[in-house]
């Protein structure tokens, strides 16, 4: 056993974060920008149209089985650092989503920037905007035009409307702020 502070790691969780970085490494050739320390736990699927842009920041971890699609050619989806995106998750992009530093966003979740089809004098498309320390529970639904202000929390199975707060708790369908004033820590 190999001592890190105060925890005792077993000599296969160093092989499985080794495998998981180089998992990164090589993920990173589909990037257009990418920071240090990407993790990938597993299969993520992109799909990038022509001159669209995925950007992903340092120490970041992707699990298994997360889906990227970047649908135009004026798409970016940009993570920041420390950010980690669980399970089955999809972000779907026409425009922009752009997703704040240390932000945890759970399994399930659906980030959307679009309505792929349009009703007659509304706009189809509009950026979602996720701040810094943001928690996103699992099964919630992030809809076109959002803009979810720093350390607010979306609980589980939520869909989110209209924009949150900074430092609020919304929850339900759709979304409503149930508490302000709230922080979260891992």
Known sequence: MVVVG???????EYVRYGYRILLGLLFRTRL???GSLLRVCGR?????AKNAQLIIGRNVILHKDIGLYLESGKARIEIGDHTFINRRSEIRCKEQVKIGNHCAI?????????????LIGTESTKPVFIG??????CKSTILKG????DGA???AGSVVTKDVAPYTLVAGVPAKEI????????
């Open 132 to 137: 810094n320390k943001v928690w996103i529970g």
């Open 44 to 48: 993520v699927s992109v799909s990038k």
């Open 106 to 118: 759970s399994w399930d979740v659906s980030i959307i920037d679009t309505d792929y089809h349009q």
């Open 146 to 149: 959002i803009t979810i202000g």
């Open 32 to 34: 257009d920008q990418g």
């Open 179 to 186: 508490k302000r004033n709230v922080e979260w820590s891992l």
């Open 153 to 155: 929390v979306v609980a």
């Open 6 to 12: 105060t925890r005792k790691r077993s000599l296969k």
